[in-house]
């Protein structure tokens, strides 16, 4: 690990100021960049510690929703009573993720703000654009049975391993930022994470010091939650696809569905055009097999991934009928 | 960027098994290297280093975390109970009896990670948290089924595979307890 200077920050604009400091970050529970700065893909040669900082609430907001303090641990946030009833897609995500060690010392915005876990990235003797840029993708011709099929670039095929990013996603989270210059600002979570393109080093539309201080749901919406993973081992692994999905319905149709996959893409996948066209459809298979074909159109495998395709297809068919049916 | 030679020491004071250590740590030193280097608690296992194996867990405040993956630095006025502090070879915790009732465990090297695991896993499970393999996330009390066990200590690799004798411990103190 490469040295580096450790400071503790009182409150969330003097944390966001000292990290406008070059070389410097953000550490909150540090299971991510602790690692990463062990292997010296990171090196950041300032540390701002926000794990104490007062952002550890779970608040009821004044329209029926929640306010989720950036440094809610991961576990914390599962265990919740009123995300456990209201929001149970989130605490499926969240349980579904890490171990019981991670998830208690993981925070919200670290969670969302983790890198890839694509092996390549995390191997320094081979070529990555996103650890090196303009160095190559080591992926695209490699063993990439866990990367991208959907909105990747010839520069970059890794996909964002969050569980708990895909269910906030399906609920329209918002996230809350500071500025080292004070402003603070609310933006859609789908507004966060960038599709790699040319410069897949730029993972989010974060400044390099914007400190996200909470996260916002809206009111619970009608319908049933539910978080489908599908991975390689039964616990503690990243997706292979996963599945969160919101549907209710009327009679023997569908109201409303919404859903958003992890661990196709370089962020949470959501695909609202395809979900408007699920309104009024009759609740049976062909609808939700014709909407993971949709859903999947311009997929693109790499060889060792291309099972994903299929795999997303069923998967979100699947969801969609269980959550129709339940 | 500042080389090593050009930093100076973070002064820390930790508070492990009760007793009070004032150290001068490189603000690099984990949590896991200052108990195990720092204040000579070899207790807790290095195994991966990276919080994918468990061996190096320890309970902050109750809590069980990966002592690798956080740094020293950070946890002054925590409470922070390791092995040794969990019992004695006299007094033995509840969970270190049951590991040797039950045999759960054969090297030895993931055990004590496996014991502060299950102390935590079993206290988050007393307050009704829910796991993955929960049916209903928002029942109030899942019960602590043997399936429920497996899924809360998938954080914690046993290279022997002894989870079966593993499992069979922390049910029995969970079972003592409720």
Same mark, same amino acid.
């Given at each position: ?14 944390? $966001?100021? +000292? ?8 550490? +909150? ?12 893909? =990171? ?12 952002? /550890?609430?779970?608040?009821? /907001? ?21 995300? !456990? =009833? ?8 969240? %349980?579904?993720? &890490? ?6 010392? &993981? ?40 990367? $991208? ?60 010091? =914007? ?5 916002? %749901? ?14 390689? !081992? ?5 997706? %292979?696809?996963?599945?969160? &999905? ?28 395809? =979900? ?17 074909? %949709? ?16 795999? $997303?297809? !069923? /998967? ?11 | ?26 603000? #690099? ?6 108990? #195990?280097?720092?204040?000579?608690? *070899? ?20 809590? #069980? ?51 502060? *695991?299950?102390?935590?896993?079993? *206290? ?44 069979? *411990? ?9």
């Amino acid at each position: 690990m490469k040295a580096f200077t450790y400071e503790r920050a009182n409150d969330a604009l003097q944390a $966001a100021k +000292a990290a406008a400091k070059p070389g410097a970050k953000f550490i +909150a529970g540090g299971t991510n960049l602790l690692d990463l700065m062990k292997l010296e893909i =990171e090196q950041p040669t300032h540390l701002v510690d926000v794990s104490r900082l007062p952002l /550890t609430q779970i608040e009821d /907001t004044s329209d029926g929703g929640l306010r989720i303090g950036s440094q809610v641990p991961n576990s914390d946030l599962a265990a919740d009573q009123r995300v !456990r =009833e209201r929001y149970p897609v989130l605490s499926q995500a969240l %349980l579904a993720g &890490a171990s019981g060690q991670l998830r208690n010392k &993981a925070s919200t915005g670290g969670n969302l703000l983790q890198r890839t876990r694509c092996y390549f990235f995390y191997d320094t003797n081979r070529a990555c654009n996103k650890r090196t840029p303009g160095s190559g993708c080591s992926a695209m011709e490699g063993f990439n049975r866990i990367h $991208a099929v959907l909105g990747a670039s010839d520069h970059c095929i890794a996909t964002h391993p969050s569980d708990m990013a895909v269910a906030l996603t399906v609920l329209d989270a918002q996230i809350e930022t500071i500025r080292s210059d004070g402003q603070a600002r609310r933006f859609p979570l789908s507004e966060l994470h960038r599709l790699p393109g040319d410069t897949p080093h730029i993972e989010t539309t974060l400044e390099p010091s =914007e400190l996200i201080t909470g996260v916002l %749901l809206p009111p619970p919406p009608k319908g049933k939650q539910i978080y489908r993973k599908v991975r390689d !081992r039964a616990s503690y692994a990243f997706a %292979l696809v996963s599945v969160a &999905a919101i549907v209710s319905i009327d009679g023997t149709k569908l109201q409303e569905a919404r859903f958003a996959f992890g661990g196709v893409a370089h962020k949470p996948w959501r695909v609202t055009e395809v =979900e408007r066209t699920l309104s009024g459809k009759v609740i049976d298979d062909q609808t939700f097999i014709e909407a993971g074909e %949709l859903a999947l159109t311009g997929a693109k495998g790499h060889g060792a991934n291309d099972f994903k395709i299929p795999l $997303a297809k !069923r /998967t979100l068919a699947r969801t969609l009928a269980d959550a129709a049916r339940a | 960027m500042p080389t090593e030679a050009q930093l100076p020491p973070v002064s820390v004071t930790l508070t492990v098994n009760h007793a009070s250590h004032s150290l001068n740590l490189d603000a #690099r030193t984990t949590l896991l290297d200052a108990l #195990r280097e720092h204040i000579k608690l *070899s207790g807790s296992k290095k195994g991966c280093d990276h919080g994918q194996c468990g061996a190096c867990t320890v309970l902050i405040n109750g809590r #069980r975390i990966n002592s690798c993956l956080t740094l020293a630095v950070m946890h002054d006025g925590d409470e922070i109970t390791t092995i040794e502090g969990l019992g004695s070879p006299d007094q033995l915790h509840p969970m270190q009896a049951a590991f040797l009732k039950h045999d759960g465990f054969q090297c030895g090297y993931c055990t004590p990670g496996q014991i502060c *695991s299950a102390v935590g896993m079993l *206290s988050e499970a007393a307050k009704g948290w829910p796991s993955h393999v929960t049916e209903d996330v928002a029942a109030t009390q899942p019960q602590l089924t043997d399936a429920e066990i497996r899924e809360r200590m998938s954080g914690n690799i046993c290279r022997c595979a002894a989870y079966p004798n593993i499992v069979a *411990s922390i049910r029995d103190v969970a079972e003592q307890s409720s």
